[in-house]
């Protein structure tokens, strides 16, 4: 039961916010390195924000000041918190996880956000 859950989705109004929710189970949470991506109809996937098994983080240009990731690990979940959402997030939002020592990458199935008035 190796797996990615994500929630949080939904229809929102320009300005508005979402806290995204990924929730990992069968894995060694805390050494794996944790990633939003989101993907546009029409657009190439893009790496949004990413947060480190040592708490660091990065986010694409786009989103800096308006998203934060973060992590739980004694819940083994990933969050990203959307805040002033514009048109142009809207996507289906991933999570991913790459452990630290290497091997298999895994991917959740996915959540909408749509951003419309």
């Known amino acids: 039961q190796v797996q990615l859950v994500e929630s949080g989705g939904g229809l929102v109004q320009p300005g508005g916010s979402l806290r995204l929710s990924c929730a990992a189970s069968?894995?060694?949470?805390?050494?794996?390195?944790l990633n939003w991506y989101r993907q546009a109809p029409g657009k190439q996937r893009e790496l949004v924000a990413t947060?480190?098994?040592?708490?660091?983080?990065n986010y694409t240009d786009s989103v800096k000041d308006r998203f934060t990731i973060s992590r739980d690990n004694a819940k083994s979940t990933v969050y990203l918190q959307m805040n002033n959402l514009k048109p142009e997030d809207t996507a289906v939002y991933s999570c991913?996880?790459?452990?630290?020592?290497?091997?298999?990458?895994?991917w959740g199935r996915g959540t909408q956000v749509t951003v419309s008035s």
């Open positions: 991913n996880a790459r452990p630290t020592t290497g091997g298999g990458e895994l």
């Open positions: 069968g894995i060694f949470f805390s050494i794996y390195g």
């Open positions: 947060i480190t098994f040592g708490g660091r983080t």
